[in-house]
């Protein structure tokens, strides 16, 4: 099915190990985007990109690094974890960056100890 | 004081009843207006979009835009069990300038609908 793929679905870390979560849409859709869900902090972004080649900083940006080779692809580096980090992430993707129909992944729970 | 703030709840309802579910804001140059719905453990869906000020209706659900107040609001009708999530509001700038690509989140509404 169309949509947005998020892998993995969970994930353990120990501090100052680094990962990559993956996301994936195969809609072509130029906007895509990292959110972090925090309990009693609502959504909030981390990086963003409008199309291949093309990434800047959200809101909360510090501890991840983004690369978007590819219009299907826009992984998400952290690259020394910390306990801060623990949430859930979600990827979004969105026709054109001025589109407000954004298709979110299921997400990726992400427990750093 | 927050961009956006939204009651977090819990709200309870029994099935059949009116919701109404409310975001206020504080940047006067939010254009797009969004609500989302949330079931646990799975990703944020579209439910309705509106642009600036001005009233939304699909199906069971009415969306309403009062910018003058900066308020924004969503009702659903003869509510379901099935309707049972979290609903998140969310606004975004005008397509042009910095930083407009960006959706700012209200932390969201829990809504239990009994039986």
């Known amino acids: 099915n169309a949509g947005v793929t998020q892998t993995p679905k969970f994930q353990v870390l120990k501090t100052g190990q680094s990962m990559t979560l993956q996301c994936a849409q195969d809609?072509?859709?130029?906007?895509m985007s990292w959110y972090r869900q925090d309990p009693g902090m609502g959504l909030r972004l981390i990086h963003y990109?409008?199309?291949?080649?093309?990434?800047d900083q959200g809101e909360v940006p510090n501890g991840y690094n983004v690369s978007r080779s590819t219009t299907e692809d826009f992984p998400l580096r952290l690259l020394s974890a910390a306990p801060s980090q623990t949430s859930v992430y979600f990827c979004?993707?969105?026709?054109?960056?001025?589109?407000?129909?954004?298709?979110f992944g299921s997400g990726t729970r992400l427990t750093v100890v | 004081q927050k961009e956006v703030e939204q009651d977090p709840g819990p709200l309870s309802v029994p099935e059949g009843a009116i919701v109404s579910l409310n975001c206020t804001y504080s940047?006067?140059?939010?254009?797009?207006f969004m609500w989302y719905r949330q079931y646990s453990r799975k990703g944020p869906e579209l439910l309705m979009y509106?642009?600036?000020?001005g009233n939304k209706e699909d199906g069971r659900f009415t969306a309403q835009v009062d910018k003058s107040s900066k308020y924004i609001s969503l009702f659903i009708r003869d509510s379901q069990p099935s309707d049972s999530a979290t609903y998140l509001c969310?606004?975004?700038?005008?397509?042009?300038?910095?930083?407009?690509?960006?959706?700012?989140f209200g932390k969201g509404t829990k809504l239990s609908v009994i039986p």
């Open positions: 509106t642009y600036s000020s």
């Open positions: 809609m072509n859709h130029e906007y």
């Open positions: 979004a993707s969105s026709p054109t960056a001025g589109g407000y129909g954004y298709t």
């Open positions: 940047n006067s140059a939010f254009q797009y």
């Open positions: 969310a606004m975004r700038l005008s397509y042009s300038g910095a930083g407009s690509y960006q959706l700012t």
């Open positions: 990109s409008v199309g291949a080649g093309i990434t």
